[in-house]
Structures are given as C-alpha cells and as structure tokens.
C-alpha cells in the first residue's frame, strides 16, 4: 500500500493509504480528524473544505496521495492551543451562523480564505458569491453572511473600507 | 453577570463544540471491530425481481456477509410499521400494504433496498454490491400523482385497488353546497404543490452494535426521535424488547422531518450485528439520500372559493390528491389529513369549508412530513386562491386579507375544520409586516426597478401553523398509534448543579440553549450550572422526540412540570429546615423563603440538604432531589404571521430575484430571540427555494431526474436576500409558558408571499397562476410571449 508524508495541524503524518483515497478519507478515518465532513459525492456542498497550505479546497475531490509533502489545516487546528477561538469561528457564535453545525466546518474554512483574499475589503453580495460552494440547509445565510463581515475587521486588524458593490 | 434567563438571546453552548470540529455526529462513531454495509438498491421503478444471484458478491474480497429480503423474511424481521390509520369517508380502514426491510417479490421505486452487502471495508462492501447479479421482469410505472388513478393505470402494489391508499374526507358538505348555491361568486384555482427533498446537509447513517455478552442491541443513529425509532423498531420489525434495545442519536446534522421516520437501514445494521456479532456501519452517500430520505409535498389540488359580492367569504371546497410514494412511511398518511385539511381556515373566518383528500400509491420515493408538513401546503392554496380572487374581482389583495381575518376578540376561535384555536391577533401580525415592508411606498420601488429595465412585484400571505400535535386522547381517536405527550426528568445534584434529561432532540434547534435558559430561570440557578441531555434512550426516560415545532411547546412544558415538583419537594426540606409551615414557604429567584420573615435557604442547601439528610423529615419525605413529568397537551398551539416578499424580473432571462422579505410572526413567549430569529431565516430559506428553485422531478420512465446537487437546486446564499423579522406575541392560553413553537413557520408563509410577488411583478402580462418552482424558464416565457392586454371583466 503507497505511503503519503503530509503535515496536518502543523504536526508531520505519515500514513498508508489506498491509491483510491480521498483526502478527506485519509483526514476523517486513518487520522480520526471527524470535523471535516462529507455531505455530497458530486463536490458540491462544501462540508469537506480545508486548507492546503493555506488556501481552502474540498477535500472530497482531493486524492490523499495529491497532499503528499503539503500542509493541511482543518477545523480541529484553527483554535490556539489554549482554546482561544479564531475570529471566525467567534464570530460564528456570536452571530449564531450555525444551527445543526454540519455545514459548519467547511463554511468557517471557506469563510477565512475568503476574508484573508479579500484585504481591500467585502460587500454582502461579495462575500454571498464567496459562499456559493457552500450548502447550509439550516441558517439561510443570513446571520452566516453578518458572521464574515464582523470577522473581516478582526482579521484585518483595521475597520473594513467601504467596499466596492 | 448578563441575564441569561427567559427573553434573552443567549449565545448557544453547544456552538463551542461544532465550532471546534468536536461535534459527534453518526457517521463520526466507529466501533471496534466495524464492518461497513452498502445498499443495493434497485436502479427501476417497478419490476418483479425474478432472482438474485449473491455468490459473485459473497466471494469478493472482504465480504462477510450478503443479505436480500428473503433472508430477512426466513428471520421473521416484521415490515416497516406506519404510524397513522387513517379511515375513509365509508368507516373503512386505509389500504396499508407491506413495506419490506428489503424488497421481496418486487421493487417499487428507484432506490427500493433489495440487499445489503457486508465487508470489512467500505470499498470491499462497494465494490461486491456491483457483482449481484439480478434478474428482473420490468413492469409498467406511475410516476406522477395525477396517473395513478388514470383508468387502467399500472398498480404499485398488486392488491390496492386504483392505487388508493384513502380516500377521505372532513367538513360539513352541505353547508358549503348550500353556500356554493347562493354565492355571488366562485372563484377557483387549480395548483399543485411541488414535491420537495429535504436535504439536512448531514447524510442518514446508522451503526448496529450488539454486545454478545449481555445480548443488548444498540443502534447509533440519525434521528430526531430516538425513543420513537426503539419503539417501532423493537416491537414491529425486530422484536427486540426494551430492554435489550438502545437507540441512541448524538448529534444531528439537520433534520426538518426526514430523521423522524424509520427507515430500512436502521433494522438492517441492527440486525446484521446481532447476526454477524460484530458492529455494522451504514452512511449514505448524497446520491442515495436522494432516493431514499423520504420526500415532502406533492399535491395537486383543486380549490374553490365562493364569496359574496364584498368578497366575504362564504365557503371553502377542497379536492387534494396527495401522492404517498411507492410505501407508507411512518407517519406520511397523517400528513395530507390532520395536519393539511384541519389548517384550512388559515386566519380566516370562513364560516363552512369541505375538504376531500385522496392519497395514492405511485412509484417514488415515499412522501412524509417535511418542514411545514401540510401546513405549507394549506397555506400556499389560501394565500394563491386569496391573490387570484383579487385578480377576478379586482378587489384589493390587502383589504380582501383584512375583512376576512379572525378578529383579535374571537379568541378562542372554533374552525369549521376540528381546530380551536387558542389565542393570536392576525391583524397586528398583518399590519407590522406592512409596515415593515413599507407597502406603501412600493409604487415608487416599481418605478424605480422599471427605469432599470426590471419587473418588481410584491406579495404578501399570511400563515397559520398547527404546533405540539396533540392531545393524546384525541389524535388516538383519528388514528395515531402513538402517545403525542413528552418526558421530562430533572436531577438536582447535591451541589445544585441540574441536569435536565429530555425525550425532545436538537438537530440543529440549539435545545441545550434554549432548555438551559428555561430552567435556570424557573430554579433560579446560573445558566451554566443547567446541563441539557438528550438523544439516548438508556439516559432519558421516554419521549417522542423533535417534530412538529413541539420541542418547546410539549417538552418544554414536561421540564417545568417536572420542576414544580422539585420546588414543591424543595419547599417541604425548606419548611423543615426553617421550622415553618409548608404553605408559608416561598420559593422565588433560587431561593426558599418563610413568607414574612427574613428566614431563607438557597437552592443550592436545599439540594444538599436532600442528598445529605441529617436535619430531614425523614419520616415523610424520600432524600434526593429528582422529578419525573410526562405532558400530554391540551391542545395544539398556533403560531401564525405575514410575510411580505418583494422579487425583480430580469426581463432578458426571466430569473427572478428576492430583493426584500419581511417576516412578522406570533410565536407566542420568546425564551432566546436569537435562536427564533435563526429559526425563521432557514425556514423562509427553504421557502424560497420551493418557490423559486428546488423540485424532485421524475421523468415518465421513473426515474428521478434531480437526483444530485447538480439537478436538485439547493438555495445557495446568492439566491437570498437579507431578511428583516419582527414579533407579534399572544400568548398560548394552555401551556404553562405561553409559548406556541416557531420550527415551520418560515416555510408556511413564505412560498405563497414569493409567488404572489413574482405574479405581481408579471401584472403585466396578466399573469392568474404559476406553479412552483418558478423557474426562469417558466416566467421568460411568459415574458417573451408580450403583455396580453387585460379580457374586459
Ligand atoms: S463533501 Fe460535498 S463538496 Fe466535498
Ligand atoms: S448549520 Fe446546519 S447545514 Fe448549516
């Protein structure tokens, strides 16, 4: 069985795996990481994305062998080691933009690269196209839309400029 | 510290945890030593299965075992029970045909479950279901509602005559004839209301574990009713007593009505385990959910108003074919009946209404509750029939609504359709959306849209919603083979701490919220002293779980029926530790005090003093602090409201979008506004996307046809608006809270307020009715074919 070297939550794995794999496989059952989750088989819900050195991709159309040598973060490692949530992730519970928390993962992963690729700053209808690969049956966005916009300033460190419509 | 208790929006505890990737849902459990099962399903509508060939399969790698439907028979594993008898118009009982764990003899819809493969891996156990060989004998289909009773139709189950399941009826005929008779005017409307699926973003999964020692059986699964599936699952399918039964449903990813039922794969895994003596995983990909959750919706109707020449109206006649797919899911006959015929008066004081309700077999998925569960479906064909009666007359949609609304002072308010309701003040509802919505000043917005080269309308319904289905006595007379009460238990520990074991279950609700703040505030103890357990039957004592917008509204109420026995048992260590008469003990803000007197005890001693019973009325009083409390309601609650939509209309593509919405609801005592407010969003969500984007779809052959994400049109967070919310509170005259339950409303009352809207913005092109989902396609036709010019009335 092929072997892949990856470094997930900055801790260095090694793992065996089938050529078949998927990343999301390899995240949820050989490392036991079950906060990335599978809510589709056609790549479009968006409860599996994480991050490949830094960048948010669903793990689901990803072969684990394709990970070989990057660097995954998954929900399990955006919190500081003493608990301290991420803003995002704050800003989710603040605004309550989880109910069943399902989508959750996946909307908080997509939601910071969002956030971090948009410095000059996001309109509601910018970060509403942002989500689009992002299912959420429960919240109908609304207070998941307030979340991001409230992050945007903590992540930035600056109040957000009016954006461009 | 901020206020916690009763009114305010509390951050939700259980956010810490789905927030950090620790939520434990199904399919995140294995168990030593699991085995996975795939599903074979059949990939025909209807066909005679003339035989199944395993040994392909069974030979493959890291196959332990392959299972078809006559293994389970030889097993004496029972049918799949339906939950709801219903009686036709003639006395006699429904058509209740078996509904196989795996099918025997024949398969009646895509997706029917024929065998189940077991491997040591999931791969194993996929790539073997591909190797069964089967031989089928297809047969003629029906996929649609209105074919099943066309004459000569092909029949889904060989003894069910004309494909009828009931055929049913409710109301006074005659005196909706007598008033058809005399009317100045019959306005009628012909609709159909879309089948839908669910889609709680978390696939249905189930692990069966059986402890070969003890022979317990437990089932890990994803429901919102987990005492309800132990039942029927115990008693009908396994024959599993209680005893040796647990069922427990951590957390659930989303449910809306599609975890209440129970399906097939729950006995399959249970079973297989205590077979093959080691655990059985099953999670359904997205793909299967699609043709195995049960579906929502699906009637075609015909509605006729008549009314006077002031447009009062007179009388209601109703005619719904209610399509129940392929099988009787667990409550799916309910559905069409008692919880769509009885909501026919809406808000309105319509003095005779008659519905007759056909429900039929076709070869789909089953149809059972979905979000709203008949109650949209009421709505939707009064807030249409409302719109198009004002489109006949020319009447004003608005002062149509107002002059025929329940008034506020006729509370309680008998239905001609089985109903009382209780309390609610439809005007102040009707009046706040309006304003919130500035309809007014919408002329303006449409001159505005206009210049832009858009089509703006606006629309407006109102809803009424039937919560906390009940009382027991009542629903067992019309049919139900189930208690509608809730359990509740509260167990004060020695130090004051509580912990609060309920038969409701969150799937998404934010119950260990909600409950927490409730019962602090009745103990008057810290919120985070309160833990809320739910979801496993060896913890909880009974209950009937979280559907129906009942959570609050029953179990809530069982929680403060089991705290007034814990304060009438604390009263009494109290009066004994203060030497005072029990009936002078007061008990207010967490504390027990002699009235009159400065003499107190906390809560907190008073816990201690019953765990520790040195100073104690030993004689008449058992130590400890812990209640049980079953409530069985007096009546259903009524949640009601306006919503108001506002869409434009790209003329070139004919998509239409939502640029405002307003929701104003009754929802009775609010215990966390911001769990209600959310509660609303995603239910207006689900709305919307009925109206606008989603519908299962079945070509003639059978087969779905929106069967994936790709097909099925989930609203995705470009397709909404922002929403503005507002409250309205009456509150319920029969629970102790006051409060009514706010789970549906949002997908009540919002599909009529968005086609309203869409039907306005085609004024135009006078435009009487478009069914859902209204789909680009549909309104660019209509605006491509040019404005008719009005037919002189
Ligand atoms: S699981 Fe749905 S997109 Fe990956
Ligand atoms: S919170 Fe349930 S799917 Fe988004």
Same mark, same amino acid.
């Given at each position: 069985?092929?072997?892949? /070297? @990856?470094?997930?939550? !900055?801790?260095? *794995? &090694?793992?065996?795996?089938?050529?078949?794999?998927?990343?999301?496989? +390899?995240?949820?059952?050989?490392?036991?990481?079950?906060?990335?989750?599978?809510?589709?088989?056609?790549?479009?819900?968006?409860?599996?994305?994480?991050?490949?050195?830094?960048?948010?991709?669903?793990?689901?159309?990803?072969? /684990? @062998?394709?990970?070989? !040598?990057?660097? *995954? &973060?998954?929900?399990?490692?955006?919190?500081?080691?003493?608990?301290? +949530?991420?803003?995002?992730?704050?800003?989710?519970?603040?605004?309550?933009?989880?109910?069943?928390?399902?989508?959750?993962?996946?909307?908080?992963?997509?939601?910071?690269?969002?956030?971090?690729?948009?410095?000059?700053?996001?309109?509601?209808?910018?970060?509403?196209?942002?989500?689009?690969?992002?299912?959420?049956?429960?919240?109908?966005?609304?207070?998941?839309?307030?979340?991001?916009?409230?992050?945007?300033?903590?992540?930035?460190?600056?109040?957000?400029?009016?954006?461009?419509? | 510290?901020?206020?916690?208790?009763?009114?305010?929006?509390?951050?939700?505890?259980?956010?810490?945890?789905?927030?950090?990737?620790?939520?434990?849902?199904?399919?995140?459990?294995?168990?030593?030593?699991?085995?996975?099962?795939?599903?074979?399903?059949?990939?025909?509508?209807?066909?005679?299965?003339?035989?199944?060939?395993?040994?392909?399969?069974?030979?493959?790698?890291?196959?332990?075992?392959?299972?078809?439907?006559?293994?389970?028979?030889?097993?004496?594993?029972?049918?799949?029970?339906?939950?709801?008898?219903?009686?036709?118009?003639?006395?006699?009982?429904?058509?209740?045909?078996?509904?196989?764990?795996?099918?025997?003899?024949?398969?009646?819809?895509?997706?029917?479950?024929?065998?189940?493969?077991?491997?040591?891996?999931?791969?194993?156990?996929?790539?073997?279901?591909?190797?069964?060989?089967?031989?089928?004998?297809?047969?003629?289909?029906?996929?649609?509602?209105?074919?099943?009773?066309?004459?000569?139709?092909?029949?889904?189950?060989?003894?069910?005559?004309?494909?009828?399941?009931?055929?049913?009826?409710?109301?006074?005929?005659?005196?909706?004839?007598?008033?058809?008779?005399?009317?100045?005017?019959?306005?009628?409307?012909?609709?159909?209301?879309?089948?839908?699926?669910?889609?709680?973003?978390?696939?249905?999964?189930?692990?069966?574990?059986?402890?070969?020692?003890?022979?317990?059986?437990?089932?890990?699964?994803?429901?919102?009713?987990?005492?309800?599936?132990?039942?029927?699952?115990?008693?009908?399918?396994?024959?599993?007593?209680?005893?040796?039964?647990?069922?427990?449903?951590?957390?659930?990813?989303?449910?809306?009505?599609?975890?209440?039922?129970?399906?097939?794969?729950?006995?399959?895994?249970?079973?297989?385990?205590?077979?093959?003596?080691?655990?059985?995983?099953?999670?359904?990909?997205?793909?299967?959910?699609?043709?195995?959750?049960?579906?929502?919706?699906?009637?075609?109707?015909?509605?006729?108003?008549?009314?006077?020449?002031?447009?009062?109206?007179?009388?209601?006649?109703?005619?719904?074919?209610?399509?129940?797919?392929?099988?009787?899911?667990?409550?799916?006959?309910?559905?069409?009946?008692?919880?769509?015929?009885?909501?026919?008066?809406?808000?309105?004081?319509?003095?005779?209404?008659?519905?007759?309700?056909?429900?039929?077999?076709?070869?789909?998925?089953?149809?059972?509750?979905?979000?709203?569960?008949?109650?949209?479906?009421?709505?939707?064909?009064?807030?249409?029939?409302?719109?198009?009666?004002?489109?006949?007359?020319?009447?004003?949609?608005?002062?149509?609504?107002?002059?025929?609304?329940?008034?506020?002072?006729?509370?309680?308010?008998?239905?001609?359709?089985?109903?009382?309701?209780?309390?609610?003040?439809?005007?102040?509802?009707?009046?706040?959306?309006?304003?919130?919505?500035?309809?007014?000043?919408?002329?303006?917005?449409?001159?505005?849209?206009?210049?832009?080269?858009?089509?703006?309308?606006?629309?407006?319904?109102?809803?009424?919603?039937?919560?906390?289905?009940?009382?027991?006595?009542?629903?067992?007379?019309?049919?139900?083979?189930?208690?509608?009460?809730?359990?509740?238990?509260?167990?004060?520990?020695?130090?004051?701490?509580?912990?609060?074991?309920?038969?409701?279950?969150?799937?998404?609700?934010?119950?260990?919220?909600?409950?927490?703040?409730?019962?602090?505030?009745?103990?008057?103890?810290?919120?985070?002293?309160?833990?809320?357990?739910?979801?496993?039957?060896?913890?909880?004592?009974?209950?009937?779980?979280?559907?129906?917008?009942?959570?609050?509204?029953?179990?809530?109420?069982?929680?403060?029926?089991?705290?007034?026995?814990?304060?009438?048992?604390?009263?009494?260590?109290?009066?004994?530790?203060?030497?005072?008469?029990?009936?002078?003990?007061?008990?207010?803000?967490?504390?027990?005090?002699?009235?009159?007197?400065?003499?107190?005890?906390?809560?907190?001693?008073?816990?201690?003093?019953?765990?520790?019973?040195?100073?104690?009325?030993?004689?008449?009083?058992?130590?400890?602090?812990?209640?049980?409390?079953?409530?069985?309601?007096?009546?259903?609650?009524?949640?009601?409201?306006?919503?108001?939509?506002?869409?434009?209309?790209?003329?070139?593509?004919?998509?239409?979008?939502?640029?405002?919405?307003?929701?104003?609801?009754?929802?009775?005592?609010?215990?966390?506004?911001?769990?209600?407010?959310?509660?609303?969003?995603?239910?207006?969500?689900?709305?919307?996307?009925?109206?606008?984007?989603?519908?299962?779809?079945?070509?003639?052959?059978?087969?779905?046809?929106?069967?994936?994400?790709?097909?099925?049109?989930?609203?995705?967070?470009?397709?909404?608006?922002?929403?503005?919310?507002?409250?309205?509170?009456?509150?319920?005259?029969?629970?102790?809270?006051?409060?009514?339950?706010?789970?549906?409303?949002?997908?009540?009352?919002?599909?009529?307020?968005?086609?309203?809207?869409?039907?306005?913005?085609?004024?135009?092109?006078?435009?009487?009715?478009?069914?859902?989902?209204?789909?680009?396609?549909?309104?660019?036709?209509?605006?491509?074919?040019?404005?008719?010019?009005?037919?002189?009335?």
């Amino acid at each position: 069985m092929p072997q892949v /070297a @990856l470094t997930v939550n !900055g801790k260095k *794995v &090694t793992v065996d795996v089938e050529g078949r794999t998927l990343l999301v496989e +390899l995240l949820r059952e050989k490392l036991g990481l079950t906060g990335t989750h599978v809510g589709c088989d056609t790549s479009q819900c968006g409860a599996c994305v994480i991050h490949l050195d830094g960048a948010s991709v669903k793990s689901c159309t990803m072969l /684990a @062998l394709q990970a070989a !040598g990057r660097s *995954v &973060t998954t929900i399990e490692g955006l919190a500081k080691s003493d608990g301290t +949530l991420h803003p995002m992730q704050e800003m989710f519970r603040e605004h309550h933009a989880l109910q069943c928390g399902f989508c959750t993962p996946g909307m908080v992963m997509s939601a910071i690269d969002l956030v971090q690729s948009h410095p000059e700053g996001l309109s509601e209808q910018q970060i509403r196209h942002g989500l689009e690969g992002n299912l959420c049956r429960c919240t109908g966005y609304h207070n998941i839309v307030k979340a991001i916009a409230a992050a945007w300033p903590l992540m930035h460190g600056k109040t957000m400029p009016a954006a461009a419509e | 510290m901020a206020f916690e208790g009763i009114g305010a929006s509390v951050r939700r505890t259980e956010d810490q945890r789905f927030l950090s990737g620790r939520g434990n849902y199904t399919d995140d459990i294995n168990r030593p030593g699991q085995l996975y099962a795939i599903i074979r399903r059949s990939d025909r509508p209807h066909a005679r299965i003339v035989s199944i060939d395993t040994k392909a399969a069974a030979e493959m790698p890291g196959v332990v075992a392959v299972y078809t439907g006559t293994d389970l028979q030889a097993d004496n594993v029972g049918g799949l029970p339906c939950g709801w008898l219903i009686k036709n118009k003639d006395g006699t009982p429904m058509a209740e045909p078996p509904h196989p764990v795996l099918a025997v003899g024949k398969v009646r819809h895509v997706g029917d479950p024929l065998a189940v493969v077991i491997a040591e891996t999931r791969q194993q156990a996929k790539d073997a279901a591909e190797k069964l060989a089967i031989e089928w004998q297809d047969l003629p289909s029906i996929s649609s509602t209105q074919d099943a009773i066309a004459p000569g139709a092909a029949l889904v189950h060989d003894d069910v005559e004309g494909n009828v399941c009931y055929d049913w009826h409710l109301g006074d005929k005659e005196a909706v004839d007598a008033a058809f008779a005399k009317a100045a005017r019959v306005v009628r409307l012909d609709l159909t209301n879309s089948r839908l699926i669910p889609n709680a973003m978390e696939p249905r999964a189930a692990i069966g574990d059986f402890d070969r020692a003890t022979g317990e059986h437990t089932l890990f699964t994803t429901s919102q009713n987990p005492h309800v599936i132990r039942l029927l699952m115990g008693a009908f399918v396994l024959h599993i007593p209680e005893s040796h039964l647990r069922v427990v449903a951590p957390d659930v990813g989303g449910g809306f009505g599609s975890k209440i039922y129970h399906y097939a794969e729950e006995a399959i895994v249970t079973w297989a385990a205590g077979k093959l003596g080691r655990p059985v995983k099953w999670t359904a990909e997205r793909t299967e959910s699609f043709i195995s959750d049960a579906h929502g919706r699906d009637h075609v109707t015909t509605a006729e108003m008549a009314i006077d020449k002031d447009g009062n109206y007179l009388a209601l006649r109703v005619k719904t074919l209610a399509n129940m797919g392929a099988y009787l899911s667990t409550f799916a006959t309910s559905i069409p009946t008692y919880l769509y015929a009885t909501l026919l008066a809406g808000v309105y004081k319509t003095p005779a209404i008659y519905a007759e309700v056909k429900a039929v077999f076709t070869n789909t998925v089953p149809v059972d509750a979905y979000r709203g569960a008949g109650r949209p479906e009421a709505a939707y064909l009064l807030e249409r029939l409302t719109d198009v009666i004002a489109h006949d007359t020319g009447l004003d949609r608005v002062a149509l609504r107002r002059q025929n609304l329940i008034p506020a002072n006729a509370f309680p308010y008998q239905t001609p359709v089985a109903l009382q309701y209780d309390s609610g003040n439809y005007q102040a509802t009707l009046e706040s959306a309006l304003k919130a919505a500035d309809w007014n000043g919408f002329p303006a917005r449409r001159a505005a849209a206009a210049a832009k080269g858009k089509l703006r309308g606006i629309g407006i319904s109102t809803y009424i919603e039937a919560c906390g289905i009940a009382p027991s006595a009542v629903a067992g007379a019309l049919g139900a083979r189930a208690g509608l009460y809730e359990a509740a238990n509260i167990r004060v520990h020695p130090t004051g701490s509580v912990s609060v074991f309920t038969g409701s279950h969150s799937h998404g609700q934010g119950h260990e919220t909600t409950f927490a703040q409730l019962v602090a505030d009745q103990l008057g103890i810290p919120f985070n002293q309160v833990e809320i357990v739910h979801g496993d039957t060896e913890k909880i004592p009974f209950g009937m779980g979280t559907y129906g917008s009942r959570s609050l509204a029953v179990g809530g109420s069982a929680m403060v029926k089991a705290m007034d026995k814990i304060i009438a048992k604390g009263k009494r260590i109290a009066a004994h530790l203060m030497e005072a008469s029990v009936a002078d003990i007061e008990f207010k803000n967490g504390s027990f005090s002699v009235a009159g007197t400065d003499k107190s005890k906390s809560f907190g001693e008073i816990a201690l003093t019953a765990y520790v019973p040195h100073n104690y009325p030993i004689d008449e009083l058992e130590p400890g602090l812990e209640e049980n409390a079953f409530y069985d309601p007096k009546n259903f609650t009524f949640p009601a409201g306006c919503m108001v939509a506002e869409v434009e209309i790209d003329r070139d593509t004919g998509v239409p979008s939502v640029v405002s919405f307003v929701a104003v609801d009754d929802v009775g005592r609010l215990i966390n506004p911001m769990i209600v407010e959310g509660q609303v969003h995603g239910g207006v969500a689900q709305g919307i996307g009925q109206a606008l984007l989603e519908s299962a779809t079945y070509d003639v052959s059978g087969q779905i046809v929106t069967g994936s994400f790709m097909d099925y049109t989930m609203p995705r967070s470009d397709n909404l608006p922002s929403f503005k919310t507002g409250n309205e509170v009456t509150l319920c005259t029969h629970n102790p809270l006051g409060v009514k339950g706010c789970g549906e409303l949002g997908t009540i009352g919002s599909p009529p307020a968005i086609v309203n809207a869409v039907i306005d913005a085609l004024s135009e092109y006078d435009v009487r009715h478009i069914d859902m989902p209204l789909s680009p396609q549909k309104i660019w036709s209509i605006v491509a074919a040019g404005p008719k010019r009005k037919a002189a009335e």
